[in-house]
């Protein structure tokens, strides 16, 4: 058995936001509630969901950028320093990277606070960086204003590699990137993480991207975790009616779903039966739980789903 | 050189920045531009109209108007820099502590922020300078102390907006100290909107030494300021008008200065982002 | 005649201080009565710029060079502004990325509605707030009288977007041009906007101009496919052909990199 980087156990976390303008009256609003999971050495976990399904609030949880309301995030022994081990490539690149700051500044900033490089060895090292995500040496000396989507992206990359880490977090790093660049920016998180044998958090609202990419998936809806399931075993055979509708959007570009999302409980039951096209009457009255349907594979439903056909003509 | 040709682009930041230059050029060079000495008294040449020997004439005391002026720029701006770096950097501290931590740190700020506010300012610049000695030491501190509220608002919105920015939480991620992001990250991405009130700011705080000099509060002669060569005329009105209109037109040059170079950079600023 | 609008030879250029950049060089493209064309291309290929120019909303440092914009006959680069916000908005109906930017925050949907319906037909409010109705149903928004005293923001992107929707074919255009209306959106709700666009397509007859970067929409959405690539169009034919056989390198690589990612 192989120690888990990083373990979650029941994390949540809620936030109060007021009804309207004249009320007292306070919404709870779970953005994350109850999920619990581990991520393993080298392993690239996939978190898929629509916006505001809590995606990027999870993220923050496991790096302490935000504080949970109940449950408790638990290092391996391997993660010693958080803000050194543990690190993150934004979604945004025109927004990630300080524009008042040189690139080179940018990319050893995390060496100098955690004292790493002395002064004699900063440009070797800038130089190696720069070399690990494929850029030319003469980006040191500019601001980040000159640089595509892409390029930014692979800043980031390497200022997130700067100390070694053993996790990266990816917060939908090609999404705002043209399909011929993230190509290349996936290529190269993929010889990253073989070369150093980095485990990835890979957070995404594209399946196709996560499939070709991650190991294991999540499937998250408002908060909660709909199903788990290695990669292969979620395609070819989903469980749940939410991810089974996500895979045909993806291909077919038709949703079965009904209606929208809603941040605001309203239901009893399951959380998920306003928007689900099989709903019984038991999904009004209690809630399911995440339990493992098959060996490795499991599903928050009271009726996971038998077959699945992809519908292609 | 490309910042040149953006300097000449922007006519309010051109106009503003050569009145400015000028000014500071005349205030450091005073001794050697001036044909006499501020304080030389001539009782043979009192009260004398503008004239190739005095280009604006001479005082009731027959010193030369042109060399007082000049002398009065050199304390004027002075006092405005000095005053204005004290009120910044406090401004700057205040400000982005409030906005940074937020919570109850902020609204104790603010809270004290708005009370400085509720003074009349004038009036308490007044009361302490009446209290301590009139010199221009207290007066530049006093002005610095009573004028950073502005600043403080301004360095709190900035950094309420740049602190959700993603390159902030990227800097937490890699562990950057708080003190570490306020001043390598927050700061330097506020700089624009500092730079603007730190400017329109001098030309608050040199409208301010003015009067205070005017009311006798200020610089004290023999020291030339612009404030007290207007008192030193106000007994001639009458009959020499260069007494005042000079130095009026010196004030009201430099505030025009100040004004239309903090407006410029403004708009500068704007167009950079 | 079966073309609704055609576009002969379009050049365009920014111009940047004493810099002209070439944004669209020599564009050629025809759109049919009641079809849909796809326009796909990188970011900054000039897709929204070739999509301003036909409604006259290009910003002010551009200029068109040459070539015509032929709408039913007309070349619309005649026009006037006066002449072309006849057009605008009425004939031809625009639908932005980003539906709450486009959406007036401060004013109720319905009446944002009935404004737009009263300011095109002089009609009595309550009949122009039935009609506000009606189109709201016809955008399939769930309880379209209580959806009419919301605020933008008060709804979430996808029915945004639908009430952008509403909000255009309140003109009764001929020709929609929409410009990404899905990439800010979940993929589950663009699927049922992109289904929403099409039978809407069939309904009222229109003519649609689809600009998106991603490849697999056009597949099930569009007849014909134009690929655009810095500023050139380097391949128009129909989307089996682009698909099954496409004749530009540029193309083919494209589909290649989309096949790649999007491989399900």
């Known amino acids: 058995m192989i120690e888990p980087l990083v373990k979650l156990n029941n994390i949540s976390k809620y936030y109060y936001v007021q009804k309207n303008f004249f009320s007292t009256k306070k919404i709870e609003v779970r953005a994350v509630d109850g999920i619990s999971f581990s991520i393993n050495p080298g392993e690239t976990l996939g978190l898929v969901g629509e916006s505001s399904c809590g995606k990027t609030t999870l993220a923050k949880l496991i790096l302490r950028l935000v504080t949970p309301t109940k449950g408790e995030i638990v290092f391996g022994s391997q993660i010693s320093d958080l803000r050194k081990d543990v690190q993150m490539v934004f979604q945004n690149p025109y927004n990630s990277l300080d524009p008042m700051m040189r690139i080179e500044d940018i990319i050893l900033e995390p060496l100098l606070i955690h004292r790493i490089v002395n002064k004699k060895q900063k440009s070797d090292k800038a130089l190696e960086l720069l070399r690990l995500v494929c850029l030319d040496s003469d980006v040191l000396y500019r601001l980040p204003q000159a640089f595509s989507g892409g390029q930014r992206q692979r800043i980031s990359l390497a200022r997130a590699m700067a100390t070694n880490p053993k996790i990266i977090i990816l917060d939908e790093p090609v999404s705002s990137l043209d399909v011929m660049i993230q190509g290349q920016v996936l290529k190269l998180l993929k010889d990253l993480q073989l070369k150093f044998n980095l485990s990835f958090l890979f957070i995404t609202h594209n399946l196709s991207v996560a499939r070709n990419f991650c190991d294991q998936i999540l499937v998250m809806y408002l908060g909660k975790i709909m199903e788990r399931a290695l990669v292969g075993e979620l395609f070819n055979k989903p469980m749940h009616p939410y991810t089974e509708s996500l895979i045909l959007a993806s291909i077919q570009k038709k949703s079965k779903l009904k209606g929208d999302i809603s941040r605001i409980r309203l239901t009893r039951g399951c959380i998920f039966n306003p928007r689900c096209p099989y709903t019984q009457e038991k999904c009004f009255n209690i809630e399911p739980i995440l339990e493992e349907k098959e060996n490795n594979h499991f599903a928050y439903c009271h009726f996971p789903l038998k077959n699945f056909s992809r519908g292609e003509k | 050189m490309k910042i040149f040709r953006n300097i000449y682009n922007n006519k309010l930041v051109f106009f503003g920045s050569i009145i400015i230059l000028l000014l500071v050029f005349i205030a450091i060079f005073a001794p050697w531009l001036s044909r006499y000495d501020p304080s030389d008294i001539d009782l043979n040449n009192i009260l004398a109209g503008p004239s190739f020997k005095n280009i604006l004439g001479t005082d009731s005391l027959g010193r030369d108007l042109l060399s007082r002026i000049m002398f009065g720029a050199k304390v004027s701006l002075k006092v405005g820099f000095i005053a204005v770096g004290i009120s910044t950097i406090i401004g700057i501290f205040i400000g982005s502590i409030a906005g940074f931590f937020g919570r109850w740190l902020d609204s104790l700020l603010m809270r004290f922020v708005d009370l400085m506010l509720c003074f009349p300012t004038f009036f308490l610049i007044l009361s302490v300078i009446a209290i301590l000695e009139p010199s221009i030491t207290n007066i530049m501190i006093i002005i610095g102390l009573t004028s950073w509220m502005g600043i403080a608002r301004i360095v709190r919105s900035q950094v309420l907006s740049l602190k959700e920015r993603e390159f902030i939480q990227a800097a937490k991620v890699i562990g950057a100290s708080n003190a570490r992001i306020i001043i390598r990250h927050l700061l330097p991405n506020a700089l624009g909107p500092i730079i603007v009130s730190a400017v329109l700011g001098m030309a608050y705080a040199i409208l301010v030494e003015s009067s205070l000099s005017f009311l006798g509060l200020g610089v004290q002669p023999p020291t030339p300021s612009w404030g007290n060569i207007l008192i030193e005329a106000k007994a001639t009105l009458g009959i020499a008008w260069w007494l005042t209109l000079f130095p009026g037109l010196a004030i009201f040059i430099t505030i025009l200065g100040f004004d239309i170079l903090g407006e410029g950079l403004r708009n500068w600023f704007k167009n950079y982002e | ?264």
């Open chain 3, 1 to 264: 005649m079966n073309e609704l609008l055609k576009i002969e030879n379009l050049t365009v250029c920014y111009f940047q201080g004493s810099q002209a950049i070439p944004a669209l060089t020599g564009v050629n493209l025809e759109i049919d009565k009641g079809s849909i064309v796809g326009l796909v291309g990188e970011s900054g290929c000039g897709k929204t710029t070739l999509a301003k120019s036909i409604v006259s909303l290009l910003p002010g440092n551009a200029q068109i060079l040459s070539g015509k914009i032929i709408y039913q006959g007309k070349n619309l680069l005649d026009f006037n502004d006066r002449q072309i916000s006849q057009i605008r908005g009425r004939e031809i109906g625009y639908i932005f990325q980003d539906p709450s930017a486009a959406l007036n925050p401060v004013i109720t949907i319905g009446n944002q509605l009935i404004e737009t319906i009263r300011h095109l037909r002089k009609v009595p409010e309550n009949l122009a707030r039935n009609e506000a109705k009606e189109l709201l149903d016809l955008v399939k928004v769930p309880e379209p009288g209580e959806i009419l005293r919301f605020f933008p923001h008060q709804l979430s992107g996808g029915m945004n977007q639908r009430i952008m929707i509403a909000l255009t074919l309140a003109c009764q255009p001929r020709l929609l041009i929409c410009d990404e209306p899905t990439s800010n959106l979940d993929v589950t709700i663009a699927a049922s906007i992109l289904q929403l666009l099409l039978e809407l397509k069939k309904k009222l007859n229109l003519s649609i101009i689809f600009i998106t970067h991603d490849l697999s929409l056009i597949r099930f959405f569009a007849e014909s496919v134009a690929v655009l690539y810095q500023g050139r169009l380097v391949e128009f034919q129909e989307t089996s052909g682009i698909f099954n056989h496409p004749k530009d390198n540029y193309t083919r690589d494209l589909i290649a990199a989309s096949f790649q990612a999007s491989s399900l």
